[in-house]
Nanobody, 121 residues
Framework: QVQVVESGGGLVQAGGSLRLSCVVS????????MGWFRQVPGKEREFVAG????????YYTDSVKGRFTISRNNDKRTVHLEMNSLKPDDTAVYYC??????????????WGQGTQVTVSV
């Protein structure tokens, strides 16, 4: 079993930055992929960024490349999403996800509770 808890959301003006954090507890994460997804009302939850816990390899959806950076701290069992040059279109609830099968753009079974990110014009 894996537990996932996000933090760091908030309100920011367009062009600003936010850093989301995800603390993961439970079983060993070796072989897991960690991902950030986001969802706005009326739309499906979409993949934003992911990282392999073992190798550190990362992958991003096109709309956030060059603006968002995902990273991990193995010792603290924490995953971060550094978001820069934020746009109003980035407004969403952001969810951290743990996938036992590795780095994927599809989610695994372990979700956090979500954290709201609101970008104002």
């Amino acid at each position: 079993q894996v537990q996932v808890v996000e933090s760091g959301g908030g309100l920011v003006q367009a062009g600003g930055s936010l850093r989301l954090s995800c603390v993961v507890s439970g079983r060993t994460l070796d072989g897991y992929g960690m991902g950030w997804f986001r969802q706005v009302p009326g739309k499906e939850r979409e993949f934003v960024a992911g990282i392999s816990w073992r190798t550190g390899i990362t992958y991003y959806t096109d709309s956030v490349k060059g603006r968002f950076t995902i990273s991990r701290n193995n010792d603290k069992r924490t995953v971060h999403l550094e978001m820069n040059s934020l746009k109003p279109d980035d407004t969403a609830v952001y969810y951290c996800n743990a996938n036992p099968v590795g780095l994927r753009t599809s989610p695994g079974i372990y979700w956090g509770q979500g954290t709201q990110v609101t970008v104002s014009v």
